[in-house]
T-cell receptor, first 111, second 114 residues
Framework: GENVEQHPSTLSVQEGDSAVIKCTYS??????FPWYKQELGKRPQLIID?????GEKKDQRIAVTLNKTAKHFSLHITETQPEDSAVYFC??????????FGQGTILTVHP | DAGVIQSPRHEVTEMGQEVTLRCKPI?????LFWYRQTMMRGLELLIY????????DSGMPEDRFSAKMPNASFSTLKIQPSEPRDSAVYFC????????????FGPGTRLTVL
């Protein structure tokens, strides 16, 4: 089955800096890669996703890149703000299959 | 739509007791997932259903866990008997196949087994 590795497990940045979280996956059939943000005590919520027919997608301060050859994808957050502090999860799946989640990254943005 | 609904939001029980968690998916969604989240093991998929049929229950930890989906708008996850190591947050999620693969999570049930 699919295996998703996520790094780093914790990330600490100063407000205004950029943050990058990286994931690798094992199943070459995976073609859908979402990123979820989970604030303390809350449910995971989708912040951005990418499908295998594109290499990059942006939404304001958030971007995701995908390298299918290398089987890795990354989340980029620019101009970080304290409210970006949360746990971020990457995931991978085939179109209609189950999501396999990474282990999560605890992002802390210091004012 | 109110989103995915779970009940109860918090459950405290004693070891050996039966626990039933409930989920109502978003109307029209045909996939339903049950997850367990702990600090040690992260977010684990326990079981998922498609059109009320269990597709993959390989994540169910042991026979003490069972899940049902009697109709498209209701699912239960039962633990009998419960043990302290079952303490976790249990999330239900649903997804609409034809609308893409975004998966919506419920608010979760925080289970504490004493």
């Amino acid at each position: 089955g699919e295996n998703v590795e996520q790094h780093p497990s914790t990330l600490s940045v100063q407000e205004g800096d950029s943050a990058v979280i990286k994931c690798t996956y094992s199943d070459s059939a995976s073609n859908y890669f979402p990123w979820y943000k989970q604030e303390l005590g809350k449910r995971p919520q989708l912040i951005i996703d990418i499908r295998s027919n594109v290499g990059e997608k942006k939404d304001q301060r958030i971007a995701v890149t995908l390298n299918k050859t290398a089987k890795h994808f990354s989340l980029h957050i620019t101009e970080t703000q304290p409210e970006d502090s949360a746990v971020y999860f990457c995931a991978a799946s085939t179109s209609y299959g189950k999501l396999t989640f990474g282990q999560g990254t605890i992002l802390t943005v210091h004012p | 739509d109110a989103g995915v609904i779970q009940s109860p939001r918090h459950e405290v029980t004693e070891m050996g007791q039966e626990v039933t968690l409930r989920c109502k998916p978003i109307s029209g969604h045909d996939y339903l997932f049950w997850y367990r989240q702990t600090m040690m093991r992260g977010l684990e998929l326990l079981i998922y259903f498609n059109n009320n049929v269990p597709i993959d229950d390989s994540g169910m930890p042991e026979d003490r866990f069972s899940a049902k989906m009697p109709n498209a708008s209701f699912s239960t996850l039962k633990i009998q008997p419960s043990e302290p190591r079952d303490s976790a947050v249990y999330f239900c999620a649903s997804r609409l196949t034809s609308g893409g693969s975004e998966q919506f999570f419920g608010p979760g049930t925080r289970l504490t087994v004493l």
